[in-house]
């Protein structure tokens, strides 16, 4: 398999508030959300990069997508540094996340047109795409109806449609099915798999040992911002279950911290 994307050694620092500091419990107003953290993605794959709230999953995926910048360290895809050419970047990515807030006096049509003419997208290709798109996740039907007029699960899935309006190579969601009902939630985890089998390379970041069991094909388990264990799905039957190993490596991170 072809390598992708790399990630090399990035470390991403906060200041955090006094109200953070408080739910944080902490009197350091530091805190470092992912430290010298590596991994490699490789086409045509589904990456799982699991961990618990807090883990860093969202800092690495937004450095990923050239959100924002690492203090140290840099990401490269197809050997192009996310630093250096990050507009190259965002037409080969797209990136959805549950901190995409739509907004709500538009409507899916509107938003899906204006979000693809960001990608210079043409307008034969742009109603190509969303004539697929929406009839896909049943839009279509919701396509004139304001934002702030739909279910939360129906926005979700247009802010799913939104992300990937361009066709991007590489697809990273970001806990792609919180807060969804059974049913949508297997059509997002369905399409995923879709995606794959048409050659898209993914990047799953999840809590859901389940999520990752059934598509990945390879996971990565970071804790406080570290890759603790990183192999292929198939690999993890000659040792135990994913939750096992992920709950004996978190309690052996967590000693470790606390000694």
């Not at 350091?28 to 883990?55: C, H, W």
Request: glycine share 6%; with cysteine.
């Amino acid at each position: 398999m072809n390598e992708i994307l790399k990630v090399s050694k990035i470390t991403k620092t906060f200041t955090l508030s006094k109200k953070q500091q408080r739910l944080e419990k902490t009197y350091n107003n530091k805190k470092v959300a992912v430290s010298d953290l590596s991994f490699e993605v490789y086409e045509g794959e589904i990456y799982g990069l699991l961990g618990p709230n807090g883990a860093g999953k969202t800092t690495t995926l937004r450095i990923i997508s050239t959100l924002i910048k690492p203090d140290q360290g840099d990401v490269f895809l197809n050997d192009v540094s996310v630093l250096n050419n990050p507009t190259k970047i965002r037409k080969q990515i797209g990136f959805l996340t549950s901190e995409l807030k739509l907004e709500e006096f538009f409507t899916p049509n509107y938003l899906f047109d204006y979000f693809a003419k960001l990608y210079d997208l043409n307008d034969n290709d742009i109603k190509a795409r969303k004539t697929y798109l929406f009839n896909k996740f049943g839009i279509e039907e919701f396509k004139e109806v304001k934002i702030s007029d739909l279910s939360s699960g129906m926005k979700q899935k247009v802010s799913l449609v939104i992300s990937i309006a361009h066709d991007p190579k590489i697809i990273i969601f970001d806990e792609p099915t919180n807060g969804l009902d059974v049913i949508t939630a297997k059509t997002v985890t369905d399409f995923l798999i879709e995606l794959k089998n048409l050659g898209k390379t993914i990047i799953l970041s999840t809590h859901i040992f389940s999520l990752v069991e059934k598509l990945c094909d390879r996971v990565g388990i970071i804790i406080d911002g570290k890759m603790v264990y990183e192999n292929h799905l198939d690999e993890l039957a000659n040792l135990s279950s994913l939750e096992d190993l992920f709950f004996k490596l978190y309690d052996e991170t967590r000693g470790n911290i606390d000694e």
